[in-house]
């Protein structure tokens, strides 16, 4: 999902500037898809405590996506909207087939793990950029890095003992 997404300009953002509208769109179809294929997942996990953890998942990126649509709103770009069916149209997820219908659990969790640590690098960049938005944005993205830090640790740690990750695993992926 999140290597979906055009990262080019994100390192020539500089503080107190806004983030570029397509790149707050590109994020808010992330984070939907994310939340989509955390549902799925949960719907076909054999674990209600696993199933459990997957829709909660869901939420904090349903929330993230809310967060995005909002600085979406709020930049002077009037042409780009978040819809939905962009996501598929994008390519960000395939209903055809969800990634927990590909893949097997392990592979699953891998892929979730390289794209929550793809978004927390990139969330981090962009850092500086969000100073620029209105003021009930400005901290709400500490709290979104902050889940992906928890998220990615989630994934990493509690994998199963045959495919337990290192520490730097997912950094070792990228």
Known sequence: MFKSIQTSNINSIKDGTSLPSRQSLDFALAEFSSAIEMLQAAKLVDSKALGKGFVNHAL????HTEFFRRLLK???????????????????????????EANDLTQF???????????????????????GAPNELKNEIDDIIHDETDHLR????????????SNNFVYEML
């Open 60 to 63: 904090d990126e349903y929330r």
């Open 109 to 131: 969790t891998a892929f979730v793990a390289i794209n929550e640590a793809s978004a927390l690098r990139m969330f981090s960049k962009i850092r500086p950029a969000i100073e």
């Open 74 to 100: 709020s930049s002077k770009n009037t042409e780009l909207r978040f819809d939905p069916r962009l996501s598929i149209a994008l390519g960000f997820i395939n209903p055809e087939k969800f990634l927990f």
């Open 154 to 165: 989630t994934f990493t740690e509690n994998s199963s003992k045959d495919t337990k990750y």
